[in-house]
């Protein structure tokens, strides 16, 4: 049995004492990785649909501007109708999200540890869950410091609860302090107009404030918000004085891949956009998505960049009207060694844990995966990975054809000379569009 099939049967046993047992082994065989890492994670099963939202836009990336009316609502279901005490801890990081030397004082206003205390149970659900829900800052906490933060959640149950999150969430914090321009081309140092995209930005800054620019500022850039294959510390190609370029870096090619593939299962009595169907076994309805294959061509498609929406077409507030569906995917082609296949995704938290890897169906020649999603629109993408290694490939299911409108997130740290900690001071979010 599959292990993300073993922790949904755990939910569904009867017996407490059982329960509780097959949880612990299922979170122990689940979830693991580094605390450390830049995207959100969940380290618990019963913990699900763990999002961070600036300003209520779905499609905006995770950063908020210091000293703004900009906020940040973080918010996530557990799959129960009782009340859980959970708290939260606000840690501030460096631009490797390690945490940075700062105090708490140093960083936020307020008190560390606060309970979320805004919480409600879902509606006419065949899943029973309790959302919660809280916005950064508040009445209680208020940030001083630019950077990145992580947000550990913990649930207060006991003494012994509270010496490792059940989830994190994680966002950033930028001071205008610098000016950034980024552009991205398919006219690359490898290709021209065939697989690859090439990312060149060029920062200003003010030279009363920088000392040696080529160690002080920190780069980080990501692909469609991706983890795996963040390029970071990459040294400019020149420097003048107040102005660093960055062009013609290979280590800023990245495979451009293809537009991400969509389905949405914002009903469950009809089958909508990539579903082939709906379907109730007592007690959760599972929905089906017509069969994938890899992609030989450019697909065009008004995706959003590996983003999902929750959304309940009949429901007044989704976030506690929308259920929760099993669905079934499927990627017929033959086996590949060397490596596994993951579903990647916001909704993965772009993560390669065995949650969502697809295994193979020697009988029907094909990869599946099953995952309980909450009712919503979706983006996703069949990542290989190969063994030994930590970094997706597009190319075995998805291909690589420059014209993908990926997005690419650029931010710029600094940290001078005897500095406690890495400010972030220039953000850029900026879209490859087909000329």
């Known amino acids: 049995m599959r292990l ?35 995207s959100n994670k969940v380290y618990h099963p019963m913990i699900h649909t763990l999002q961070t939202i600036v300003n209520d836009d779905w499609l905006h990336d995770d950063v908020i501007t210091l000293g703004t009316d900009d906020w940040v609502s973080i918010s996530f279901d557990h799959f ?8 939260y801890k606000i840690v501030h990081c460096n631009a490797d999200w390690t945490p940075s030397d700062l105090f708490e004082v140093d960083y936020m206003n307020g008190f560390n540890g606060q309970p979320i205390e805004d919480y409600e149970n879902s509606l006419n659900t065949t899943m029973l869950y309790t959302h919660y829900y809280f916005d950064l800052p508040n009445d209680e906490v208020q940030f001083k410091a630019s950077g990145n933060y992580r947000v550990e959640i913990y649930l207060d149950e006991d003494d012994t609860s509270l010496s490792s999150p059940v989830a994190i969430a994680c966002f950033r914090i930028v001071e205008p302090r610098m000016a950034l321009q980024a552009t991205i081309t398919s006219n690359t140092d490898i290709d021209t107009n065939l697989s690859h995209q090439q990312v060149s930005f060029t920062v200003g800054y003010n030279t009363g404030e920088v000392v040696d620019p080529s160690t002080e500022i920190k780069p980080y850039i990501y692909q469609n918000s991706r983890t795996d294959n963040c390029v970071a510390l990459v040294k400019p190609t020149y420097s003048t004085s107040g102005r660093l370029e960055y062009t013609h870096n290979k280590a800023l090619i990245f495979p451009a891949g293809n537009e991400y593939r969509r389905f949405e299962i914002v009903n469950v009595h009809y089958a909508t956009q990539g579903v082939d169907n709906i379907r109730f076994f007592a007690p959760y309805y599972h929905a089906t998505l017509y069969p994938d294959a890899p992609r030989r061509n450019y697909s065009y498609d008004e995706d959003h960049d590996g983003r999902y929406l929750i959304r309940y077409n009949l429901a007044d507030d989704s976030a506690i009207e929308a259920d929760y569906l099993f669905v079934h ?38 990869y599946e995966a099953t995952l309980m999603l909450k009712q919503g629109a979706y983006d996703f993408l069949y990542l290989w990975v190969p063994d030994g290694t930590t970094v997706g490939q597009t190319a075995p299911a998805e291909g690589n054809f420059y014209e993908a409108e990926n997005e690419y997130q650029v931010y710029i740290y600094h940290r001078p000379f005897g500095g406690r900690y890495d400010r972030l001071v220039a953000t850029q979010q900026v879209k490859f569009a087909q000329e």
């Open 4 to 38: 993300v099939h073993f922790y949904y049967f755990c939910l569904l046993i009867q017996t407490d004492s059982m329960k509780r047992y097959l949880l612990y082994i299922a979170t122990t065989l689940l979830l693991g990785g580094s605390v450390y890492a830049q």
């Open 329 to 366: 995917f499927r990627l017929n082609m033959p086996y590949c060694t060397g490596g596994n296949f993951y579903l990647s995704g916001e909704f993965s938290y772009n993560n390669f844990t065995p949650a969502y890897q697809a295994t193979y169906n020697e009988a029907d020649q094909a």
């Open 80 to 87: 129960s109708h009782d009340y859980h005490r959970f708290i």
